[in-house]
């Protein structure tokens, strides 16, 4: 299940560049308070096992970036929160309602509406944008190496990723499918910037951040949509959505 939580703001607030890990600390903040009271039988089982989920970039439509804040320059923006867990979902959506409200860092932003986002419809070979940087990492030689779009190695990784979440999250023992991850070349070409270094809790990630075509198993491809696509998914890194062409 996917949301919009469209929030509204007062012009020429600023907010740190590095909100990933705020956001994530207050959707965890803003869905603890509202179990304690609403559902306090179930807080017990999301504190100790929060389920994995995604999130967009804010979606700031008016916006000055410099000297390591966002100044929004509009009176509102957006946050899209995903997840294949509809129960999470519907919870979070009901604390954020109930709550009117969501918080990053000191600032307070009133909730203007949540709408549900509809789901594509999913077939074997599909365009895909980047609502959020993607993270891949692997070890070598006792050093992670950061994936980029240019590495001959990147599906390979990618689709062992996918699976291993996959798994990870239904618990089971999905076997190496065939799921086919290339960046779109003609974007390539055009931009010189792929990649992004995003910092959380003072880790520094280098993440990619181009459109792509996903090919394989549609099942796989519908997890990657909902739940995200990569590592860190729950700091607001891999969510995706479908475009007709780049």
Known sequence: ??????????????????????????????????????KPKLFPKY?????????????????IIETGYIHIKGNFFALWISSDDDEFIEYLVKAI????????????????????????TFKTA??????????LAISENEKTRFLRPTDSDLSNVFGAQLILNFNDFYKSKLQPSDITFIPNQD???????????????EVHYK???????????????????????????????????????F
């Open 1 to 38: 299940m996917r949301v919009k939580v469209n929030l509204t703001a007062e012009r020429n607030i600023s907010i740190p560049i590095e909100y990933n890990y705020n956001v994530y600390l207050n959707l965890r903040k803003t869905l603890f308070e509202y179990l304690k009271t609403a």
């Open 47 to 63: 504190k100790r096992d929060f389920p994995n989920f995604t999130f967009s970039q804010l979606m700031i439509p008016e916006r």
């Open 97 to 120: 309602n109930h709550q009117n409200s969501f918080s990053i860092y000191s600032h307070q932003f009133k909730l203007k509406k949540i709408d549900m986002i509809e789901e594509p």
């Open 126 to 135: 599909m365009n895909f944008k980047m609502l959020s940087p993607m993270l």
């Open 187 to 201: 974007y390539m070409e055009r931009k010189k910037n792929l990649t992004k270094l995003i910092t959380v809790r």
């Open 207 to 245: 993440t990619i951040f181009c459109p792509f075509t996903l090919s394989g198993d549609k099942e796989l491809i519908r997890f990657a949509w909902r739940n995200g696509i990569g590592i860190k998914t729950n700091y607001g890194f891999g969510m995706i959505d479908v475009v007709n062409q």
